[in-house]
């Protein structure tokens, strides 16, 4: 089955440390996204990659980090410069061009800074 | 400056009865609108969508209307149900860029 896989489901971290959330592909998909949902926020844009080795930062980038080594993969790394990090985070995949058929997302990521 | 936004953090309705849920925009370049459905703790997943040259696009018990020059836009389901009972977002987008998503509205469909 074609998916999107985020991982781990729940992650706490202490104040000061970095965390990479995971998240993993198999849709053939060129462009990949990193929203972040907060209680009465919506989702807003962290980066986002169109293609391998290329990204671009978001609304709210400050104290975030990403790679695009694969087609497959966007890490998500939360630095210890993120003042406010506890969210849910949601990863998202497209097809380029084919703009009626949004965005596939993960299951998301919960992340508690303890 | 929020560019998409839902100004009904939530709804109520009875269950058979329609459910009609606004989005209103700003950036009159966005070309493409789509709704999102979310439960709590998972990824929102597609609904429906509609291009900026339409202005009604219909699926089954769900239609997206479209009206540009007020620049908005609603989402009506018909005949609501209760598992339609959920979280749903306003999204949109101007060329290849990605997409700007409301605060959402919290959908209720009682028995």
């Known amino acids: 089955d074609g998916g999107i896989t985020q991982s781990p489901k729940y992650l706490f971290r202490k104040e000061g440390q970095n965390v990479t959330l995971s998240c993993e592909q198999n849709?053939?998909?060129?462009?990949m996204y990193w929203y972040r949902q907060d209680p009465g926020q919506g989702l807003r844009l962290i980066y986002y990659s169109q293609i391998v080795n290329d990204f671009q930062k978001g609304d709210i980038a400050e104290g975030y980090s990403v790679s695009r080594e694969k087609k497959e993969s966007f890490p998500l790394t939360v630095t210890s410069a993120q003042k406010n990090p506890t969210a849910f985070y949601l990863c998202?995949?497209?097809?380029?061009?084919?703009?009626?058929?949004?965005?596939?997302f993960g299951s998301g990521t919960r992340l508690t800074v303890v | 400056d929020q560019q998409v936004k839902q100004n009904s953090p939530s709804l109520s309705v009875q269950e058979g009865r329609i459910s009609i849920l606004n989005c209103d925009y700003t950036?009159?370049?966005?070309?493409?609108f789509l709704w999102y459905k979310k439960y709590p703790a998972e990824g929102p997943t597609f609904l429906i969508s509609i291009s900026s040259i339409k202005d009604k696009n219909e699926d089954g018990r769900f239609t997206v209307f479209l009206n540009k020059s007020a620049k908005h836009l609603s989402l009506h389901i018909v005949p609501s149900q209760p598992g339609d009972s959920a979280v749903y977002f306003c999204?949109?987008?101007?060329?290849?860029?990605?997409?700007?998503f409301g605060k959402g509205t919290r959908l209720s469909v009682i028995a």
């Open positions: 849709l053939n998909h060129d462009a």
């Open positions: 998202a995949s497209s097809v380029q061009g084919a703009r009626g058929y949004g965005y596939t």
């Open positions: 950036n009159s370049m966005f070309d493409y």
């Open positions: 999204a949109a987008s101007a060329g290849n860029t990605p997409l700007v």
